[in-house]
């Protein structure tokens, strides 16, 4: 069980997830923090010196967010912070996007309580929790003839081309991109052109396909 252990629930709706967090506390033994995220803002996270585990609310409705309050989180830099999306739709383009080390699983709308305290433990203890699906797409990209490829594109797109081509993915505008990035619109659409001339495409359409096939 995960005594000392703490659980982090963020989202727009911290009153919507107060049954989910009374039910991980006693399935798990856990201690769970749910606290409120605000655009451009890092959520107040807690962890303890081993290990912790980020529960971000999916927001299928608000393109990119959730993808947002991942990088947010992620500049705190704490190396023992795991993260898992909720709230997901089947099929949702997370699946796509998604992947370890960091990212452990994805939990859909339809995962009962128990399901879900299921699938926490199962990351606390270092596996992973995503349908059958989206782990043989990911091992499909990560195979050694596809290595090579995905590699090179990586290494070509800097850091904030990634976040940008992972929002672009998500169905994000320009204008939500530059808010959620803290940028002005002309810097976002400077990048996206970097972007496209680096994976050889000529417009959104077929850079949103390239990371459908090849980011997992």
């Keep these: ?12 709706n911290p009153s919507s997830y107060e049954a989910l967090a009374s039910h991980l506390v006693s399935a798990t033994e856990g201690r769970v923090h749910v606290t409120d995220c605000s655009p451009g803002q890092s959520p107040t996270l807690k962890y303890n010196a081993k290990s912790g585990l980020v529960l971000i609310d999916s927001m299928e409705d608000r393109p990119g967010q959730a993808l947002d309050i991942l990088l947010q989180c992620r500049k705190s830099d704490k190396k023992q912070l795991n993260y898992a999306f909720f709230n997901a739709e089947s099929s949702s383009r997370l699946e796509k996007l998604v992947a370890p080390p960091d990212i452990r699983g994805i939990f859909y ?11 926490v433990l199962a990351i ?44 672009l993915s998500t169905g994000a505008k320009n204008t939500d991109i530059a808010e959620q990035l803290c940028l002005s619109v002309h810097t976002i659409k400077t990048h996206i052109y970097h972007i496209y001339k680096k994976l050889d495409v000529s417009n959104r359409t077929q ?10």
């Design 1 to 12: 069980m995960l005594a000392g252990r703490w659980i982090n629930i963020v989202g727009p």
């Design 109 to 119: 709308k339809d995962s009962n309580f128990d399901h879900f305290a299921k699938g």
């Design 124 to 167: 606390f203890n270092g596996e992973l929790w995503f349908p059958r699906n989206v782990i043989a797409r990911y091992l499909i990209n990560q195979a050694p003839g596809n290595e090579k490829f995905i590699k090179k594109e990586h290494d070509i797109l800097t850091n904030r081309e990634m976040e940008i081509l992972n929002l």
């Design 207 to 216: 850079a949103v396909n390239w990371a459908t096939n090849n980011l997992c």
